[in-house]
């Protein structure tokens, strides 16, 4: 890679068409040498890196690469991306989502040079055992700062690391998070042993850095607002007083209580309740009644009056609800609210902030018309208020931008809406996106003008997404609304205070590599060390286990196939797990355990686990199965009593998912190691009459239930005469349709081969 009339020449990306600039290719060709994070701004070209990359390694002919995105709009992003700018045939860069069926993502997969998805499609082709990394080169990892807890990246990078030695990774971000030990964690998660972290002050990335002007706007609430908020507030402090009296919160002021405080207090009441402490079931619903004050006292305050009437339309609801909230009845009961709500109907005026919005971005049009405009909102329903008001103005064309999740009557945007939004918005068609927080991560709208902040976010990750939509191209314009003496305030100073020690912990982190790189020569941060046992060539045990595709996406599924257990997962009509042809298991977590004792689905579930599988076993996972709910010992322990003695079936407690998994590995290994036995998806039944055994043969069969079982048998008479019957033949029983009689003739006819 090297500059010549500007631009990047590679031999795999299209001449004259990226920008030369030497931050650019230089983290590129360190990102080549080992995996690495890069850390650069919003708008300077983390994916220009990453193609950069990207073309080099398959340049070299190394195998696939791998691009995952967290949103289906930033996968479709990338791969138009990829097909614009690389010089390979654009039908070897496949695009992946749920959408796609796991055949055809197989077949995709195994014909692509470079595959751009979701990572929980990956993750799922991987647990199913779908597809294997071994031939990929290359892992991208867009917005890498996902990569903690238990998102669907971690769990792709440890099987990376299993099924490929040579492997390479490349994270990329704009905003890791404030806390060193979060940007430790996504380092080691993802193997990575390099940090490229450029600021918008360094010295080669600041010529490309355009100047964001940033207002504050602090808006004063109208007299009719203070007086509903005094309502409610007031309401409020009778709850926190009570509150305090048992000292589950420290401050009965409404104005100094947080939020969180209130939260902290739900899960010390619930310890309680579980101890047998019944009084606090009073204070239960007293934190409950405090948490939706709050809520409501925060939607009047930073939303506005539609907000805050659709927030009470709902607990009316669930007041008037048979079982419904208990904290819901008791506020309907409080002549306070009542009145605030009968206040509330009464005002005009949604909220002070939508006249603020609509009076900056009409200047900015009227000033420069051909801009574009990006209002950020937390709220569906603020983003609805919104666009109706800014649309009444002919020089504002404003379009809704949301997630693909419905709630309630709001309907999501598909895939297709999306990008369809996204392409009028950049042609013109609209000049303002109303967005929420899914507009915040990588779209690339290159040429937004002004950011409006609807409300502050007290994330110093959101702040950076939402500021970085403008000054891509040109200088750019982020007005920030904030209602004075709200959590506003509070929110905007915690983001800015987040942001300024993140930016501290970035360059401490750089000082730190520059200081090893310095005294050893090399980055060994995060060095991964590795067993002889990974370099010795030996035939491999294969163990596997058939899980039932209701657990697929289970934390113990997981686990398996991190421990190398083969999962095959099926539609299993009885047990989650089989580990041979008499072993299978029911696992159940303590609150499905009482769940399904309550509803008697336990004990049918259990009975046709016996009655299927010599050695059934239990396992329930979790502690505290006494305290969950308001379930008497006795009758919990005549159940567990009633599984062993009268069923035979065995109960094994876990305390958590890993080590459950560590039993079924324990259990299968000990079947098909030392006892040789093969994994059935049915176990031996030695005690059947003719008849059973008649209909258990054809319960096996596609789509066939006990009950079709029966008028199969019923219809024709033999096992033998269904075998031999055509498809037009099955068609004519009641229940059995076209493609069930196609599949069962398969069934029958086709050549049994060796898996």
Not at 337 to 352: F, G, M, Q
Not at 365 to 393: C, G, M, Q
Request: charged content about 35%; aromatic content about 6%; glycine content about 4%.
């Amino acid at each position: 890679m090297y500059t010549e009339n500007v631009y990047v020449k590679h031999d795999l990306i299209k001449p004259k068409s990226i920008e030369y600039r030497e931050y650019q290719v230089s983290i590129a060709i360190s990102a080549l040498k080992q995996s690495t994070l890069v850390v650069l701004p919003t708008g300077m070209g983390k994916t220009v890196i990453a193609l950069l990359v990207i073309a080099e390694k398959l340049k070299r002919n190394e195998g696939k690469v791998l691009f995952l995105a967290p949103t289906k709009p930033l996968v479709s992003q990338h791969a138009s991306f990829l097909r614009e700018f690389l010089l390979i045939d654009k039908e070897k860069i496949a695009q992946f989502t749920g959408e796609i069926s796991p055949l055809k993502r197989k077949l995709q997969w195994e014909k692509s040079l470079v595959i751009v998805s979701t990572p929980q499609v990956i993750e799922n082709d991987l647990v199913s055992g779908k597809l294997n990394l071994s031939d990929v080169c290359l892992i991208v990892f867009d917005e890498a700062h996902r990569a903690v807890g238990e998102y669907s990246y971690v769990f792709v990078s440890k099987m990376y690391k299993k099924q490929r030695v040579d492997r390479l990774v490349l994270g990329i971000t704009a905003s890791p998070g404030s806390e060193i030990e979060k940007i430790l964690e996504i380092c080691k998660n993802l193997g990575i042993k390099n940090i490229e972290i450029r600021t918008s002050y360094d010295p080669d990335v600041r010529p490309y850095v355009h100047d964001i002007h940033l207002i504050w706007k602090k808006i004063e609430l109208p007299e009719d607002f203070r007086r509903i908020i005094e309502l409610l507030e007031d309401a409020l402090r009778e709850r926190l007083e009570a509150l305090k009296e048992e000292g589950l919160v420290d401050t009965s002021s409404p104005s100094r209580i947080a939020k969180k405080k209130l939260i902290d207090a739900q899960a010390i009441i619930q310890k309680a309740l579980k101890e047998g402490k019944e009084k606090y079931f009073h204070y239960a619903s007293l934190q409950n009644e405090a948490l939706k004050l709050y809520h409501a006292v925060e939607l009047l305050k930073t939303q506005g009056v539609s907000a805050a009437k659709r927030f009470f339309e709902k607990i009316k609801e669930e007041a008037k609800t048979k079982g419904g909230s208990r904290a819901s009845k008791n506020l309907m009961k409080d002549q306070r609210v009542l009145d605030a709500i009968a206040r509330l109907n009464t005002i005009k005026v949604e909220h002070p902030k939508i006249n603020v919005v609509v009076d900056v971005v009409k200047k900015q049009f009227e000033a420069k018309p051909d801009s574009r405009v990006i209002v950020f909102t937390h709220y569906r329903d603020t983003a609805i208020e919104v666009e109706k008001e800014l649309n009444l103005h002919d020089i504002i064309r404003a379009k809704r931008f949301v997630g693909q999740a419905t709630r309630g009557e709001e309907k999501g945007m598909s895939q297709k809406e999306q990008a369809e939004v996204i392409k009028k918005f950049r042609e013109g068609i609209y000049n303002t996106l109303i967005a929420t927080s899914v507009a915040e991560e990588g779209i690339d709208i290159p040429s937004t003008d002004m950011v409006v902040f609807y409300e502050p976010v007290p994330s110093e990750i959101r702040t950076i997404q939402r500021r970085g939509r403008t000054a891509r191209k040109r200088a750019g314009k982020v007005v920030v609304l904030i209602a004075k003496n709200t959590p506003d305030e509070g929110y905007y100073w915690s983001s800015l205070r987040k942001e300024k020690r993140m930016r501290r912990e970035l360059e401490y982190l750089r000082r730190e590599i520059k200081k090893r790189m310095e005294k050893y020569g090399k980055v060994d941060l995060f060095s991964e060390q590795k067993k002889l046992t990974d370099f010795k060539d030996c035939e491999k045990e294969e163990f596997r286990i058939v899980v039932d595709s209701r657990e697929c996406r289970s934390q113990v599924v997981k686990e398996l196939n991190e421990k190398g257990i083969r999962t095959e997962i099926k539609n299993l009509p009885v047990a989650d797990y089989v580990i041979s042809n008499r072993v299978a298991i029911e696992r159940k977590s303590v609150d499905d355990f009482l769940e399904s004792m309550i509803s008697g689905k336990l004990f049918r579930q259990l009975a046709e686990l016996k009655q299927n599988y010599p050695k059934p076993v239990l396992v329930i996972e979790g502690d505290d199965i006494f305290g969950r709910r308001n379930i008497s010992h006795t009758s919990i322990l005549g159940s567990l009593a009633s599984i062993i003695l009268d069923y035979g079936i065995p109960i094994l407690n876990t305390k958590n998912h890993k080590e459950t998994a560590d039993l079924l590995t324990v259990m299968l290994k000990r079947e098909q190691r030392e006892e040789k036995r093969e994994v059935a998806l049915r176990g031996d039944k030695r005690t059947m009459s003719i008849e059973e055994r008649q209909r258990y043969i054809l319960e096996g069969l596609p789509n066939v239930s006990a009950v079709l079982a029966k008028r199969l048998l019923r219809h024709f008479k033999t096992i033998r005469n269904i075998a031999n019957a055509e498809e037009e033949d099955l068609f004519q029983v009641d229940g059995i349709g076209r493609v069930t009689a196609k599949e069962i003739v398969e069934i029958f006819t086709r050549p049994y081969t060796e898996p």
